[in-house]
């Protein structure tokens, strides 16, 4: 792989569309199953810490611990939602269930596949992140206006998820691959981004390690664009995740590309 | 190129890591033909479908599928063809007529027009009671004919099917043959492979034996068995002992034999006679039957038991 085939996205026909209409429609069968769950799990969470644990801590730089956690809440779960659609479900589409092979005996080539793939995993995380705010809504978590600029910097963190877990399934041998992801990358992140507790909490160097995570920069953008509005760390740190997405993405087109047609 | 033409290879090779796959072959199949590639299993016949319907890439040589460059004009070759795979491919995540329909969308063939194609391939597959059936619950000859329709959906011109029998049990695989006969009644340009030689005799107008990556022999089955066997074979069983005396015979009286372990077959050509190859060996194990596109196979690609 050249540098070139990071930020040159391919030419592409409408074939990824049809490619995301093929999940969409499995999902429209299965979805009050599938969302229900997706959206339970942050909601245990946001009782148990944000509800439960945060009850201890009195103030976060002047918030309650309970809108500190709550934006770090939407990033996680949209994280781990589009990762494990991207990885466990891209996976067995690409090899048991051989579903992108048949796609590519139609006009559809594999590049259509990989972005339409990615773009559906995107949109899954999505779904479960317009979930959970939704229920928090109704906790009055939600009390800005702001939240719809933040739910667009959410859908760039699913984009850029999505793309990274494309990216594992395309190395991936069998589903334990996707264990070394998950413990190795996936739930450290969730836990040292900023999403429990602020970064300046980490010790020495560490702090600025953080900012090696991707989704630091969701985390700070979020909270930063719910809690005092649009400014500069905000913009920078959404196009960080807008950079990561983009390589992210065209990686992750060429590595499947590169799986489908040999 | 002309018109009739429906595949044109020109010393196509295909590498996988450092083994040539398929290793320089020239082949055209006009339109209107039944077309076979047979051969043992790793002969490189899956790997040449696969190249010809766009679905692995072509490591040199020329290749042009219905007048089109597979380099270029994928998309369009892939419009325009059907492909019914080894391995099926069905969607387990849908019904019998949603795999159907989902494929007709990747076609883009609007929803009423791919409606009402699939309900007629279902009745024409004789699938119409299961179409909302989920396709775990199909035997595996409903799941080929499901394929078959998925591959029809699209109406195509040229008509690719991999190993379309491999699998199957015997009525499963009579029914595959019939409807094969149907399509070349109706002059359709038909590619298959197989590794059963009575197949491709039954189907094909014309075969290619291949074996490790390159075309041993192409024709038809009759014309083929006429050149490298002969007319009829008389057929003996022996011990190694006595293998050395019964040859010496043969070879006196001029006949061409293999030799496959303890069975003796000897190739009577259009100037011999069955009768006098029989007088001569006087064994009691002995028959005279037609030859074969499988003595054709064997004569050309050896007996060795393959590995792969």
Same mark, same amino acid.
């Given at each position: 792989m050249k540098f070139i085939d990071m930020i040159r996205t391919p030419k592409m026909n409408s074939g990824f569309m049809r490619v995301w209409s093929r999940n969409f429609l499995y999902f429209r069968k299965t979805w009050t199953v599938s969302l229900f769950w997706v959206v339970l799990e942050p909601l245990m969470y946001l009782g148990a810490i944000g509800f439960g644990l945060g009850?201890?801590?009195?103030?976060?730089g002047g918030h309650s611990y309970i809108d500190f956690f709550f934006p770090g809440l939407l990033c996680s779960t949209g994280m781990m939602v589009a990762f494990f659609e991207g990885t466990y479900g891209g996976f067995t589409k690409l090899t048991h269930q051989r579903t992108y092979s048949t796609i590519m005996l139609?006009?559809?080539g594999p590049e259509e596949i990989a972005l339409g793939e990615l773009l559906w995993a995107s949109t899954k995380g999505y779904f479960s992140v317009i979930g959970v705010a939704l229920v928090a809504s109704f906790f009055g978590l939600i009390d800005t206006w702001r939240i719809f600029p933040a739910l667009l910097i959410l859908l760039l963190l699913c984009w850029l998820f999505a793309s990274l877990a494309m990216i594992m399934t395309s190395y991936a041998?069998?589903?334990?691959?996707f264990i070394y992801s998950t413990s190795g990358f996936i739930v450290p992140m969730s836990l040292f981004s900023?999403?429990?507790?602020?970064?300046?909490?980490?010790?020495g160097g560490l702090k600025y390690a953080?900012?090696?995570?991707?989704l630091t920069h969701a985390v700070q953008a979020v909270r930063g664009i719910l809690?005092? $509005?649009?400014?500069t760390a905000v913009g920078v740190h959404t196009f960080i995740l807008f950079l990561l997405g983009f390589f992210a993405m065209n990686i992750a087109i060429y590595r499947i590309r590169g799986k489908l047609l040999k | 190129m002309s018109q009739k033409i429906a595949v044109e290879l020109k010393d196509l090779k295909k590498k996988y890591d450092e083994n040539f796959v398929v290793n320089g072959i020239n082949l055209e199949i006009p339109k209107g033909e039944c077309f076979g590639l047979l051969g043992?299993? $790793?002969?490189g016949k899956s790997t040449t479908m696969k190249m010809m319907y766009c679905s692995a890439l072509v490591t040199s040589g020329e290749l042009y599928v219905l007048g089109l460059n597979v380099k270029k004009n994928f998309r369009e070759i892939k419009n325009r063809i059907g492909v019914i795979p080894?391995?099926?491919?069905?969607?387990?995540?849908?019904?019998v007529i949603e795999n159907l329909l989902v494929y007709a969308s990747y076609h883009e063939i609007p929803a009423r027009t791919a409606s009402e194609k699939a309900q007629a391939l279902l009745r024409e597959m004789r699938l119409e009671e299961y179409?909302?059936?989920?396709?775990?619950?199909?035997s595996g000859g409903m799941k080929r004919r499901l394929a078959i329709a998925r591959g029809l959906m699209n109406s195509p011109e040229l008509l690719f099917l991999d190993e379309?029998?491999?699998?199957?049990d015997p009525q499963a695989r009579l029914w595959i043959w019939d409807f094969i006969k149907h399509l070349k009644a109706e002059k359709s340009t038909v590619i298959l492979t197989t590794h059963y030689m009575e197949e491709a005799e039954r189907l094909c107008d014309r075969v290619a034996i291949m074996d490790h990556g390159r075309i041993l022999a192409v024709g038809s089955p009759a014309d083929l068995i006429l050149e490298h066997i002969g007319i009829e074979v008389v057929e003996f069983d022996t011990n190694p002992v006595d293998l050395n005396y019964y040859i010496g015979r043969l070879k006196e009286g001029g006949y061409n034999y293999q030799v496959i372990q303890d069975t003796v077959m000897v190739l009577i050509n259009p100037t011999q006679e069955g009768r006098k190859a029989i007088e001569l060996i006087a064994s009691d194990k002995i028959l005279i039957r037609k030859p074969t596109l499988n003595d054709v196979f064997l004569k050309l690609a050896g007996h060795q038991l393959r590995d792969e």
């Amino acid at each position: 792989m050249k540098f070139i085939d990071m930020i040159r996205t391919p030419k592409m026909n409408s074939g990824f569309m049809r490619v995301w209409s093929r999940n969409f429609l499995y999902f429209r069968k299965t979805w009050t199953v599938s969302l229900f769950w997706v959206v339970l799990e942050p909601l245990m969470y946001l009782g148990a810490i944000g509800f439960g644990l945060g009850t201890f801590v009195s103030n976060i730089g002047g918030h309650s611990y309970i809108d500190f956690f709550f934006p770090g809440l939407l990033c996680s779960t949209g994280m781990m939602v589009a990762f494990f659609e991207g990885t466990y479900g891209g996976f067995t589409k690409l090899t048991h269930q051989r579903t992108y092979s048949t796609i590519m005996l139609t006009r559809i080539g594999p590049e259509e596949i990989a972005l339409g793939e990615l773009l559906w995993a995107s949109t899954k995380g999505y779904f479960s992140v317009i979930g959970v705010a939704l229920v928090a809504s109704f906790f009055g978590l939600i009390d800005t206006w702001r939240i719809f600029p933040a739910l667009l910097i959410l859908l760039l963190l699913c984009w850029l998820f999505a793309s990274l877990a494309m990216i594992m399934t395309s190395y991936a041998r069998n589903y334990d691959s996707f264990i070394y992801s998950t413990s190795g990358f996936i739930v450290p992140m969730s836990l040292f981004s900023g999403t429990y507790f602020p970064i300046d909490q980490l010790p020495g160097g560490l702090k600025y390690a953080a900012y090696l995570f991707p989704l630091t920069h969701a985390v700070q953008a979020v909270r930063g664009i719910l809690q005092d $509005g649009f400014t500069t760390a905000v913009g920078v740190h959404t196009f960080i995740l807008f950079l990561l997405g983009f390589f992210a993405m065209n990686i992750a087109i060429y590595r499947i590309r590169g799986k489908l047609l040999k | 190129m002309s018109q009739k033409i429906a595949v044109e290879l020109k010393d196509l090779k295909k590498k996988y890591d450092e083994n040539f796959v398929v290793n320089g072959i020239n082949l055209e199949i006009p339109k209107g033909e039944c077309f076979g590639l047979l051969g043992p299993n $790793g002969a490189g016949k899956s790997t040449t479908m696969k190249m010809m319907y766009c679905s692995a890439l072509v490591t040199s040589g020329e290749l042009y599928v219905l007048g089109l460059n597979v380099k270029k004009n994928f998309r369009e070759i892939k419009n325009r063809i059907g492909v019914i795979p080894q391995e099926d491919g069905l969607d387990p995540d849908f019904s019998v007529i949603e795999n159907l329909l989902v494929y007709a969308s990747y076609h883009e063939i609007p929803a009423r027009t791919a409606s009402e194609k699939a309900q007629a391939l279902l009745r024409e597959m004789r699938l119409e009671e299961y179409a909302d059936r989920s396709v775990d619950t199909l035997s595996g000859g409903m799941k080929r004919r499901l394929a078959i329709a998925r591959g029809l959906m699209n109406s195509p011109e040229l008509l690719f099917l991999d190993e379309p029998t491999t699998g199957l049990d015997p009525q499963a695989r009579l029914w595959i043959w019939d409807f094969i006969k149907h399509l070349k009644a109706e002059k359709s340009t038909v590619i298959l492979t197989t590794h059963y030689m009575e197949e491709a005799e039954r189907l094909c107008d014309r075969v290619a034996i291949m074996d490790h990556g390159r075309i041993l022999a192409v024709g038809s089955p009759a014309d083929l068995i006429l050149e490298h066997i002969g007319i009829e074979v008389v057929e003996f069983d022996t011990n190694p002992v006595d293998l050395n005396y019964y040859i010496g015979r043969l070879k006196e009286g001029g006949y061409n034999y293999q030799v496959i372990q303890d069975t003796v077959m000897v190739l009577i050509n259009p100037t011999q006679e069955g009768r006098k190859a029989i007088e001569l060996i006087a064994s009691d194990k002995i028959l005279i039957r037609k030859p074969t596109l499988n003595d054709v196979f064997l004569k050309l690609a050896g007996h060795q038991l393959r590995d792969e």
